[in-house]
């Protein structure tokens, strides 16, 4: 992948989540079909939900680094996190769970799931981390609250991010 794929791609998946906050009923195909190249950049909807995959566990392990050094029980702090993340990311988290079960995700689940457990201390030997790590992400589906709709922050609100994507839709033309 050419850096101006790499750019058109990650420009359409902010894109793409964006509205994916706003539209959390829509199919990973009505998304890329909503947002103009999307369908170029990712050309499916699998490809779409690995990427939207691949940006939730890198906010996730994120957080995780960020709030390991809070001083509630490990397992308390890792639900905290995927919870926060949940809340920061509706759309996606929306995508992955109306997802869940197709069989070419299933490896990137379990990694998530596995990343959970143990950050909440249990052992990576574990016979049954990853089963662990959905035990985790059940409590914290419990627990988590998603903004409403109208909370979320306009698409293309002010007239910094209208002239933002106006020059990023210009330099993927002129990638092109």
């Not at 981390?129 to 059940?138: D, F, K, T, W, Y």
């Not at 409403?148 to 092109?176: D, K, Q, W």
Request: glycine letters at 6%; a negative charge.
């Amino acid at each position: 992948m050419t850096w101006d794929a790499y750019n058109r791609r990650k420009s359409a998946l902010r894109e793409v989540l964006a509205l994916a906050d706003r539209r959390r009923h829509d199919t990973a195909d009505q998304l890329l079909d909503a947002v103009p190249d999307a369908r170029v950049a990712f050309g499916d909807d699998l490809a779409l939900l690995f990427d939207v995959q691949m940006a939730w566990y890198q906010r996730l392990s994120g957080e995780l680094d960020r709030t390991v050094l809070e001083g509630d029980s490990p397992a308390t702090v890792a639900v905290e996190a995927w919870v926060a993340c949940a809340a920061e990311m509706p759309g996606a988290r929306a995508l992955l769970d109306a997802h869940r079960d197709r069989p070419e995700l299933a490896k990137a689940f379990a990694k998530e799931r596995a990343l959970l457990a143990v950050s909440a201390g249990i052992s990576s030997w574990h016979p049954d981390l990853v089963g662990q790590g959905e035990h985790l992400v059940s409590r914290a589906r419990q627990q988590v609250e998603y903004p409403s709709v109208e909370s979320m922050p306009p698409l293309h609100g002010g007239s910094e991010n209208r002239t933002s994507a106006f020059i990023t839709r210009l330099r993927n033309a002129l990638a092109a």
